[in-house]
Every structure is written in structure tokens, then in C-alpha cells.
């Protein structure tokens, strides 16, 4: 048992070091004096992390970075949770194209849903929503769906959700007693994992904020780019410290995953 | 008027009838088995029973008061599913008080009838665990508590045992007879297996395709079943026809004749059979006998027919082994004649 | 030498043993059943003469031929799983041929033997479904028929019929008994149902924490148990303390009494027992009656104890209600002494 | 039950108008004269259409993007699903972290990912593949890792493989039979949803294209951020040629996804 557990650690270490070698790149590089044709950088320093956050459009982005995500965060499952489980309970056919319709949103580029977006939300249809973060937050929502979907649904297919209602209703509860007491508890989990998965997308997704706001609403991924015509070494500073952002959310989203199993 | 009434209750589905004009009496303090093969509408007549469906027509009093169009959670009826619908997120314990809670009790009296109701069902180690950390048998013993802790007027149990394994499943029907005694619900309880029908019914009412075609108490139904229908469903049966009957008993009816194997006296031919009742003799040859724990059955070779004749599998009792030559008399009193 | 022997059979996972020097027989033709609580020893007994668990030590011999370090493959064994383990992408009719075609048999042999084992299994119907459209019964009976197409040395059952449902469980066994009889091959069949293994069993050997606790013919076992814990592992007894036989009996023993229900004679007072053996007698009042099918198990209290007597559930047969005073007669020759 | 039907499919038809609402705005932009302050564009023309597809550049990144694309959809199922077949017959352990780590390249911006990428592959560890289209394919192992991991896996819960293994063993057959009769065609349906999911994911992602191989091997994607510069008319003619092969591709994955409940 033990031979077998140690083999496993290694081969999870071994795909967790490929997946996180880009990332540990991009972090020792902002850091570096010099770094080119060597394993390692030859120096380190703070001198690019010092000049990043003494611009002021920096702490902006940052700012206009965290609306949106928290915006969408909130919107989306308010949409998004009541749907997957009306589906879920009462309409089986829709429920079965659900899980198609979902993934609609990857397998059709970014670039499309950005333009066709712009194009609904700049007055075409009554909507004038360009340059504001309105844009963005809605824009997310069909990115959103599937990143709430698939894990609530992983939670939901454990559970005979008809019955419990019933029970409940049986013992004498209304169904928001049943809803509220019951069935959020029940799928916490995937909405936290779908909550995070969600954050860290919003904040991270480089072609909508570009492609959408302009420069009316400079967010950070917009200021990214920016940089990536100057220096590349500034980019990788800000890269890590918005790293630690991902790293948090990623960690939640571990924990919650692996608290499956405790219970 | 009984306890229980249901009169003239129709429902269907999709222009499908699940059943028509159906009639049901429980008195207080029974439990009425709905038994019968899947499909034949005995869930679907509970359920209606309980509120969660709604029949087309007809009505349904419990304890004097009509319920039909009262909602599920105003009868008063608790209710134990198949597959438990324990709630995953809370303990033992705060299951059991959910249906308290949602009655308004106080703190501690919810505390004091949870406390007694873990106890009740020997719980007292689980009272903290999950749904998930228990398993099938303690799960079914929640579900009987969280729906008893509300003292219902009616108790409404949908095939509870059938997800479990026999072992388990024999023992809680030990145990769901001894809480009938100790503290005397009534009950309506839907099977498809006939051996839980006649252990745990005052009253078993055996269902088929949307009507009832028997209704009596357990040892009746086994001993004078009313079809072939319902003696091929409850337990087993030697099928005489009418042709075989001429043939070997050189009797002629124009009925088929049933007959329980462990009516069939068996005994080494010239022995003489101990039971005095007059009745035809068979001649034949055991041709393979089986040990069913408390019963021996053997099958016996007469001519074409292979009939089965059961004894108690007691040590003292005469044994006979495959390739005895043995003389069967079936009494005149356990013949029923059928008639399609 | 037997035509199955395994001898000094040991295996153990992570250090702990699973069973140490086991010896097995089992003769050509016969059913073997190993029969045990879960975590017995007997899958993993059972998967070892598959040749899909290398034991530790000891020889496993088929058919006289040492298989103890031959693969699986080429061990000339069947296996039914208890899930089944069909391939999902195959109809029954591919399912079955798979085997044969791995044999390189050319296809018209294999569509020869395929049609001629669908028909032994009754399977017609359902020759073109993919197993997901099966039904569990018919998933078995096509698991069963691919084991059996490749006529094995010696086919393996492990647990074939606990996922399926009471009725189905029981027709299945009649039909294997039947198969049996009919193609005649050598089996070792593991089960946890004690009914299962008497009803299959030429042999049935009772295993607990690794070891074999008795092995003998069904009736044997059941009549003549090696000791309490084979005792109440099959069927159902009344045990009696050394303090209550005292209290009864007015005997002295340091053995507890174990007396099978079904051989206790029940008879109202004074009107003398049927049954010319002596023993000692009990006074009680039956508390209740239920009807296990073809029995009528009475529960009869004396005073603390409350006796179990079974009598068949036969129409003619004297009938004792609730409330009843009776009179009971236990036979010398089936009380069994036991010490733990 | 045919009342609720006609329900279910007016749901669903809402559904996917709200997802395809963008698409077709982009696709009528492509054909229009003029279109500003109306709902529906003012003519119809083929001019943007004749005048991309004699563009040169065109061909040839629809080449590129091909050659990418088809490149990672070979390599990457041959490491990715015996691993994820290895881990759920022999490592539970790792299979259950396996789960979280699949959703890491989600968890990590683009941006970071393609970074990194090209600071390993552009010679700081001995790989030199900047510039050419093997960066890309590498570059998107990791991301499309998942795409096969969670279908392949959702096929694989309802096997016993185990017993499949065991079964077929002792029939008779050597487990590359049982792996290519059996296991193969149970997974197939995860497998082609996997394939078509990498695909448009490989021909749509925008930055990855960009920032990693740079001016020397242009793709689609490059090709529209280089018009983006010029007629926003004419990225509506590309982005909707372009999404006739993303279509075709989701058909395929609605063909394979509905097929399972037919067995």
C-alpha cells in the first residue's frame, strides 16, 4: 500500500511540475536582472515590481479588473443556478440539450462571441451598453454557464432531488425552507468550485476586455497589453502578482473539490 | 367508516389509466400491504394517498376528514421512500428534527423527542453521522424515524426494503413488526415481493394492472387464493390440467387443479400416509431434491409431470433421496379448482 | 485426487492475511458453494483459482493438471461476475462469440455454437441487444452462456445473483440447477446468501475469517451444524442458556440448547403430541403469528423467553391464534449442544 | 406529455438564440453594405467576401491553422488518454487529483501559460522551437488536456474496466484485443466529443497564436488580429468562413453527445 502510495505522489508531482513550469517561468522572470541562454536567471531584483505599482494605471486596472470579475460573479449564478435546476427537476429533455448547449461557448472563439456581443450591446438593438462594464459582465454570462453547470450538475447527479423535495414537503416544509435548507447546502460545493473557476476567468480573459471596452475602461488584462509593447520583464511582474490572485482562487477550488471525499 | 377510505379513485397519465374506480378500507393500527408486479399502480395509488399525485376522481379520508384536495404536507401522513430521500447535507440527528423544526417546537422539546426517537431505533452511535457514513439498513431505520418522530396519522412506506439486502432486509421487518406492536401506527406499505406481503400485513391487497383482485388477511390469501393469477404470484403451486387430471387421477373436470407442495403427503409406497384425509394417490420417483434452510423439496417424476412436494427439513423426519421409488397423496381439501 | 484440489492455499494483502493453508475438493460435476459474511476470504479464494490473484503459497490443481503459476487464459476456466462485466459495445450474440473467435474457430463454427447456446439460454429475442438494453436477469444469463459456450474445465460464479431482485434471483438459481443437470459441469459458486448456497450446493462449504468452518452436504449443515456460529449463519434457531434450561427443562447442562423452530411440535394442551419421540415439554400463549409463504411461524411465550415454532402453512393443518395456550414438545434428537 | 414537449423545445430554441444571437449578427455583418443604427443591415453584398478570400495571406493561414490544429489533435489524445486510462484502472489516488489538476490550464490566464511556454521552448532548457508551429501544438497539451479528460472519464464511470480486463482475459484474448475491441469503442463517443472540443479550441485561441510564434508562421488567428488594424467589415467575412468550420465541428459533437442514449 505504501510502495503504491509513494508511486503515485511521484507521478502526481510529475504532472504538477509540467503544469506549473510555464507559470514559475514567468514568476523568476520578474525577478531577474539578466536572464537569457541559462537554466536559471543570473541576478534577482525588485526594481520591476517597484517601477509596475508606482503607476497609478496599474492600481486602476487592478481596480476595474476586480468590478467586473465580482459583477459577473454575482449575476451569473443568480441566472445561471435557478435554470440548472429547473432543468434538472422538471424538464429531462431540456436538461439533456443543456449539456450541449453549454459547451456552445468553447467551441465557438472568442473573438466571434465578441464581435456578435458588440455589435447586440452597442445600440443596434435598443441596448447601448459599449465602454462600460455592463458589457463585459454580460458578455461573460454565456462564458459563465458552463463553469457553473458542469460542477453543480456533478453534485446535483448524486442526489434525487424530486424525492428530497417531496420528503420535504411531506415533513411539512414549504419549498424555499427545502431550497434554502436543503439543496444549497447540497451543491456548496459546486458553486463555490464554479464561483472561483468563474472569478479567475473573468479577471484572466484577455481578448473580451480588448476586444469590448476599448480604452475607455482600461482593465488589467487591457494593461497587459499595453506593457507587452514595452517591456516584457514589467509583464512578467505583473503576471506574478496577479499569479497570487489565481493561485488563491485555484487553491479554494482544490479544497472544496477534496472536501468531497471527507464527507 | 374505516380509518383509511378510498373510494372510487381513478387516475391517469397521458390518457393512460393507472387505475379506475378503486376502493380501499385500512382500520386503525394495520398495516395494509399493496402488493403486486411493477407497473400495476400500487405506488401511484400511494402517492395519491399521500398528495404527491393528484387523482382525476374520488376521494380520500383519513380519520374521518376529507383529504383529497388538502396539500401533501397538511394530511398528517409520514411518508419512507425506497431509496431513503434522507437529506445529505445534515446528521442523523438533524433529520430527525427537520419536520420538528418546521412545526414551530421549542429548542429543548425538539431535543427530548430526538433523543428518544435515536434510542427507539438504536441509533444512539450514529445520532452524529451523515447519510453517506451509514449504511443501507441504518439509512432505512432514519428515514422510518424522521417520518414516526411526527407522529402521523398515517404512515405511508413505498417498497422501503427492496434497495437493501436480504439479510438486512429480513431483519428490518423484524423490526418494523415489533414497532407496530410498541407503538401501533397505521399503515399502508407497497411491495413487490408476496413473502414481505404476507409477513408484515394485517391486510394484504394484491394489485394487478390498476385493480385489486384479492383483499384478505395474509394466511387466507396463501390458502385460498382467489385465481391462478394470484396462487402463480404467492408462493408456488403445482398446475394440474384438466388432461393431466384425467390422466392420472382418471378424474374428469373441465378446471385446472392447484395444489401447494407442502400439502402433498409423501411417503415410501405401502408405508401407508400418516395424514388421515381421503384424497388420490400418485405414484413416482424423487428426481432431485433441494434444501430451501427450513423446507426440503422434492421434485418427483409421475409420468410427464414433475411435482414438487415440500416437507419441514426437520432431523427426525424421513428422508428420501433422488431415485426412491415414492407414493404421494394429495388430500381432497388442498385441491383448488381454477378456472381462467 | 479430486478433479479440483487446491492445498495449503495462502495469500494475504499488505501484510494481512486474507487465508492461510486452505484445501478445497471438489469432485467433477458438482456445485461447489462457498458461503461466508463479506470479507470471508471467499472472492478472493474464488479469484485465485481463476488465476486473477497470485496466492502466496499452496498448489491449485484442475483436472489434474498443476495451474497453481498458469495464466489466467490458459486455465481453461469460466468466470460470471457479479456485475455481469459484459462488453457494452457488443450485442449477446457478439458477446458470446467473443470468446470463440479469440480461439481462431472459423465463423461458421462460432455462428453454429453462438445460435445453439442462445437457444440453451432462451435468448432468442434478444440476440441483436447491446446488454444495456437488457434486463439483469438477462445480462446474467448472457454472462453465463459466454462462460459456458467455451465449455470450461470449471466455471466460477462469483456472487452472479445478489445484484438482482428476489424473484429473479430465485427463478435464476432453478434455471443454473437446471443447466446443471442438463450440460452437467463442474462449478464453484460464491455466495453470501445462506439460502442460495443450500439450494445450489452439492457441496457447501461455510467460511469465516479465512477459514472453513464446515463443509458437508446441504442437509448435514443444516441439521447437523458444527457449532453456534455455523448455527446462526444458517437458518433460524432458538437457543436456550445453561441458566434458562435449568429454568425450563429442570436439566442441568453447561451447553447452550439449539433447537430449529420447524422441529419443535406445537399442540393444543392436553391434546397429546403427534409425534411418538420423547422430550421435554413447554407450556406458553402464542403472542403472534406470521406467514413466512409456505410457513406459519408462531411466536410462543414462555415465560421470559419467547420460543419460535414453524409449522407448513397447510390448509388442513390445526391453526393457533394470538392468545392461544399450547403446549410444546421439544424432541430429544433435535436439541443440539453447543459450545462456544 | 406532448403539451410538455412543445415546452421543453420552446425553452430550449430560447436558449440557443441567446447563445447564437452574437454569431448571427457577425455573420450578416460579412454580407452588408451598410449597417449602423438598424436592426437589420441595409444590403446585402459578396464584395468583402471576394475581396479577403484573393488575399494570399488568407490561404495560407487557413494552412497554417489547419496544420496546428490537426498536429495537436494527433499527438495530444496519444499522451493524454492512456494516461487518464491508467490512472482510473491502477491509481484511484492520482485519478481523484488527477480531476483537479486538469482544471489548472482554466485556472491560469493565457497569457501566463503562453509565456512561460515560450520561455521553455525557446531554448532556456535546451528546446528550440520558437517560431515554429511545434510550440504551439506542446503549448496547448496542458490546455487540452481537460477537453479529453472530462468526457472520456464521464464514458468511462459507467464501465467496470477492471472486470472488463478480467473478463476478456479469461476468454482468451490479450489485453491490446480487449483494449482495442472493447475499451476503444466504449470510449469512442468521449473521444470524438474530445477530438472536436480540441479542435475548434486549437483553431480558435487567439492569443496563444499570437504571442508565442510571433510574425513567423501566421495563422487565422494572427491573420485577424492583422486586419483587426484595418476592416472591421472584412473580420466579419473571415470570422464567418471560419465559423462554418467551428459548426460543422459542433454538429459532429451534438451527433456524438445525443448518440448515447440511443444505445
Keep these: 500500500m505504501r510502495e ?80 440548472v435546476l429547473i432543468a434538472h427537476c422538471y424538464f429531462p429533455i431540456l436538461d439533456r440539450w443543456m449539456a450541449i448547449l453549454v459547451i456552445l461557448p468553447f467551441a465557438v472563439p472568442g473573438i466571434v462571441l465578441a464581435l456578435g456581443l458588440l455589435r447586440i450591446y452597442s445600440g443596434n438593438y435598443g441596448i447601448v451598453l459599449t465602454g462600460t462594464p455592463w458589457v463585459l459582465i454580460f458578455g461573460y ?48 460545493q459546486g458553486l463555490i468550485i464554479g464561483l472561483v473557476m468563474n472569478f479567475t476567468l473573468a479577471v484572466s480573459d484577455f481578448v473580451y476586455a480588448n476586444l469590448l471596452v476599448g480604452g475607455h475602461f482600461p482593465t488589467l488584462q487591457i494593461f497587459m497589453g499595453v506593457l507587452n509593447g514595452g517591456s516584457g520583464r514589467k509583464l512578467s511582474v505583473l503576471i506574478t502578482t496577479y499569479f497570487v490572485v489565481i493561485f488563491a482562487s485555484t487553491a ?12 | 367508516m374505516s380509518y383509511v377510505e378510498v373510494r372510487s379513485l381513478s387516475k391517469s397519465y397521458d390518457g393512460t389509466s393507472v387505475f379506475q374506480n378503486i376502493d380501499l378500507d385500512v382500520a ?27 387523482p382525476d376522481g374520488g376521494t380520500i379520508h383519513i380519520d374521518g376528514r376529507d383529504v383529497t384536495h388538502t396539500e401533501a404536507k397538511n394530511r398528517g401522513v409520514g411518508m419512507v421512500f425506497q431509496h431513503y430521500a434522507l437529506f445529505p447535507n445534515m446528521t442523523v440527528e438533524q433529520n430527525l428534527a427537520f419536520g420538528l423544526q418546521q412545526k414551530k417546537l421549542s429548542a429543548p422539546v425538539i431535543a427530548e423527542k430526538v433523543a428518544a426517537m435515536v434510542q427507539l431505533m438504536g ?28 407522529e402521523p396519522k398515517l404512515l405511508l412506506l413505498d417498497e422501503p426494503l427492496s434497495a437493501l439486502d436480504a439479510q438486512i432486509r429480513k431483519r428490518l421487518r423484524e423490526e418494523l413488526k415489533r414497532l407496530q406492536h410498541q407503538i401501533g401506527f397505521t399503515a399502508i406499505f407497497v411491495t413487490h415481493d408476496q413473502e414481505e406481503a404476507l409477513m408484515l400485513g394485517d391486510v394484504v391487497a394484491i394489485m394487478q ?34 388432461a393431466q387430471v384425467k390422466a392420472l387421477f382418471n378424474a374428469s373436470t373441465d378446471a385446472t387443479w392447484a395444489v ?58 424421513e428422508k428420501f433421496v433422488v431415485g426412491d421409488k415414492v407414493s404421494l397423496r394429495i388430500p381432497k381439501h388442498a385441491i383448488s379448482e381454477m378456472r381462467q
Excluded at chain 2, 400416509?273 to 426440503?296: C, F, M, N, R, Y
Design chain 1, 141 to 188: 454570462m454565456p462564458v459563465a454557464a458552463p463553469l457553473y453547470y458542469v460542477p453543480i450538475k456533478n453534485n446535483l447527479r448524486t442526489l434525487r432531488l424530486t424525492e428530497l423535495f417531496e420528503a420535504g414537503r411531506l415533513l411539512g416544509a414549504s419549498d424555499f425552507a427545502i431550497f434554502t435548507k436543503i439543496v444549497v447546502p447540497c451543491i456548496k
Design chain 1, 4 to 83: 503504491r502510495n509513494r508511486l503515485d505522489w511521484a507521478f502526481i508531482c510529475l504532472v504538477a511540475a509540467f503544469q506549473l513550469l510555464p507559470i514559475l517561468a514567468v514568476a523568476l522572470n520578474a525577478f531577474a536582472t539578466d536572464w537569457a541562454g541559462t537554466v536559471l536567471p543570473e541576478g534577482y531584483t525588485l526594481d520591476h515590481v517597484r517601477s509596475i505599482t508606482s503607476d497609478p494605471r496599474f492600481l486602476q486596472s487592478i481596480y476595474n479588473s476586480l468590478l467586473v470579475s465580482v459583477g459577473s460573479l454575482i449575476l451569473t449564478p443568480l441566472i445561471v443556478v435557478p435554470a
Design chain 2, 28 to 54: 386503525q393500527g394495520q398495516i395494509c400491504v399493496l402488493v403486486g408486479p411493477s407497473g400495476c399502480g400500487k405506488t401511484t395509488l400511494l402517492r395519491a394517498v399521500a398528495g404527491l399525485a393528484q
Design chain 2, 123 to 150: 441509533l444512539e452511535a450514529r445520532a452524529k453521522a451523515r447519510p453517506a457514513a451509514l449504511s443501507g439498513g441504518q439509512r432505512q431505520r432514519v428515514a422510518l424515524a424522521r417520518a414516526l418522530i411526527l
Design chain 2, 260 to 317: 401447494r407442495p407442502e400439502s402433498i403427503d409423501i411417503s415410501k409406497p405401502g408405508k401407508g400416509h400418516a395424514q388421515k384425509d381421503e384424497g388420490p394417490v400418485l405414484k413416482g420417483t424423487v428426481s432431485s431434491v433441494q434444501v430451501l434452510v427450513a423446507i426440503l423439496r422434492h421434485y418427483v417424476r409421475c409420468g410427464d409431470l414433475l411435482v414438487k412436494v415440500d416437507v419441514l427439513n426437520t432431523p427426525g423426519a
Design chain 1, 252 to 263: 479554494i477550488v482544490v479544497w472544496a473539490a477534496s472536501r468531497r471525499d471527507d464527507k
Design chain 2, 209 to 242: 394492472s390498476g385493480r385489486f383482485v384479492q383483499v384478505g388477511a395474509p394466511a387466507d390469501i396463501y390458502n385460498r387464493p382467489a385465481g391462478l393469477a394470484v396462487a402463480s404470484f404467492i408462493g408456488d403451486f403445482n398446475l394440474f390440467e384438466p
